[in-house]
């Protein structure tokens, strides 16, 4: 079955800097986009990274963009995301996705905490 499983986050202090990593099993997973989501206290999960399958093409949402990088290894069956100059607003549960046919799949989440 399809498993995803995150890791990297914590606490960090504003303009820091994590490395999340989603260990993927289960499918095959070098022919699927994949897809970081967060969840901050009372909000909607928003959509903040996606990557095609083979890496070529991301997308970001814009409150990270030049900010944050997606970035996949298909023979590590692993997709990562680079948090870089971190602010106070990142704070949230950060989910690693796969939408395959008409289901999606979740991890459990990392918690990413930005504070002084």
């Known amino acids: 079955q399809v498993q995803l499983v995150e890791s990297g986050g914590g606490l960090v202090q504003p303009g820091g800097s994590l490395r999340l990593s989603c260990a993927a099993s289960?499918?095959?997973?070098?022919?699927?986009?994949m897809n970081w989501y967060r969840q901050a206290p009372g909000k909607e999960r928003e959509l903040v990274a996606m990557i095609t399958s083979t890496g070529a093409s991301t997308n970001y949402v814009d409150s990270v963009k030049g900010r944050f990088t997606i970035s996949r290894d298909n023979a590590k069956n692993t997709v990562y995301l680079q948090l870089n100059s971190l602010k106070p607003a990142d704070t949230a549960v950060y989910y690693c996705?796969?939408?395959?046919?008409?289901?999606?799949?979740w991890g459990q989440g990392t918690q990413v905490t930005v504070s002084s």
């Open positions: 289960g499918f095959a997973f070098s022919t699927y986009a």
């Open positions: 996705n796969l939408k395959r046919w008409n289901s999606n799949y």
